[in-house]
């Protein structure tokens, strides 16, 4: 696979936050071919790559793999499934969707939308409890194949777009996923100055649960989140964005290291690679946040990937940002060793 097959085939597994398992065993396949003694750990993906050096430093490298979706929370007496939400979605979309519930087999369903010519004309945003989903099953029908708590994603697929765009759901943050893998296959031939470990991480939506795990038990020197980050798109805010096609997004906060932010800030410049400041005036809500309040405390810092559309079935990224991620990281990782 290359990069964008990479991407495209994580983003299009399930894997809903709890319910990651699908995803998990996906990542792992793929991280075993740098990482052969990689395995599932409390619901984590954990692998470390190389040979680790009792005189070298710790780093880790963490991408969640969970994504947003739902859950089943009620089966009504007319055959509709009423749900609850597993991370933030934005409820302003969801009527009409296409989603999968994930019994004991896929249950495809429509969520349920109001003509508009029966509408009052309010445009009144729905409440997750006011969510209602059709398969056309009856309710004896439905309970033979799903339960109470079952997860819910929605059914979509990957396209491309025009300048090595792509465009789906889950691309937060399997495409952080994909960046890491190609990390380490740009640090196949190097050495490293430090002895790193890589986790993919579970429950990060709903609270950086699995990187909360991840940062006791590992407990490392350094720790580097890859995730996503805002790009502009018509009508938003300039100065909170960054830009699709212009280089991953370096992270300046108060709760970061700016020792860690300023390494891959220089490491970008010693070969020319672009790239952006995503500066933040407090907590990250990523899993940086985690490792950075861990036991002692490891130094932190984001690296973000620009995406549009956060948390919906359309998010956009650009593959060069995942690729200029992956070339960042292996120069600051590559970089100090020699």
């Known amino acids: 696979m290359d990069i964008k097959e990479k991407i495209i085939a994580l983003a299009e597994v399930q894997g809903a936050s709890g319910d990651e398992t699908p995803a998990a065993l996906l990542a792992l396949e793929m991280l075993r071919e740098y990482c052969p003694d990689a395995d599932i750990i409390k619901g984590n993906v954990v692998g470390k790559f190389g040979v680790h050096r009792d005189d070298l430093p710790s780093l880790v490298?963490?991408?969640?793999?969970?994504?947003?979706?739902?859950?089943?929370?009620?089966?009504?007496?007319?055959?509709?499934?009423?749900?609850?939400?597993?991370?933030?979605?934005?409820?302003?979309l969801l009527p009409a969707q296409q989603v999968v519930i994930h019994g004991k087999k896929d249950i495809k369903g429509v969520i349920c939308s109001v003509p508009p010519h029966l509408s009052t004309g309010e445009g009144k945003v729905l409440e997750i409890a006011d969510i209602a989903i059709d398969t056309g099953y009856s309710k004896s029908e439905l309970e033979q194949f799903i339960s109470l708590g079952d997860s819910i994603t929605f059914d979509v697929k990957c396209c491309n777009l025009m300048e090595n765009r792509i465009t789906g759901g889950a691309l937060d943050d399997r495409c952080g996923v994909a960046a890491i893998l190609h990390t380490l296959e740009l640090l196949k031939k190097r050495e490293t100055a430090y002895n790193v470990t890589v986790i993919f991480s579970a429950q990060e939506e709903l609270g950086e649960?699995?990187?909360?795990?991840?940062?006791?038990?590992?407990?490392?020197?350094?720790?580097?989140?890859?995730?996503?980050?805002?790009?502009?798109?018509?009508?938003?805010?300039?100065?909170k964005c960054g830009y699709l096609g212009?280089?991953?997004?370096?992270?300046?906060?108060?709760?970061?290291?700016?020792?860690?932010?300023?390494?891959?800030?220089?490491?970008?410049?010693?070969?020319?690679?672009?790239?952006?400041?995503?500066?933040?005036?407090?907590?990250?809500?990523?899993?940086?946040?985690?490792?950075?309040?861990?036991?002692?405390?490891?130094?932190?810092?984001?690296?973000?990937?620009?995406?549009?559309?956060?948390?919906?079935?359309?998010?956009?990224?650009?593959?060069?940002?995942?690729?200029?991620?992956?070339?960042?990281?292996?120069?600051?990782?590559?970089?100090?060793a020699e």
């Open 61 to 92: 490298l963490d991408a969640h793999i969970d994504q947003i979706g739902m859950c089943v929370t009620y089966i009504t007496s007319d055959g509709f499934i009423k749900v609850g939400n597993l991370g933030g979605l934005d409820r302003r």
């Open 209 to 239: 649960r699995g990187a909360k795990i991840g940062a006791f038990s590992l407990a490392p020197d350094i720790a580097i989140a890859v995730d996503v980050s805002f790009a502009y798109a018509e009508g938003e805010d300039e100065k």
């Open 246 to 336: 212009k280089g991953s997004m370096i992270g300046i906060s108060p709760c970061l290291s700016r020792e860690i932010s300023n390494g891959l800030i220089n490491a970008a410049k010693s070969v020319n690679l672009p790239y952006q400041l995503e500066v933040m005036n407090g907590l990250t809500s990523t899993n940086a946040d985690r490792y950075s309040s861990s036991r002692e405390g490891a130094k932190a810092c984001t690296l973000s990937i620009p995406l549009r559309n956060m948390h919906t079935p359309v998010e956009v990224i650009d593959v060069d940002d995942v690729v200029n991620t992956a070339e960042i990281l292996a120069e600051f990782i590559g970089r100090a």
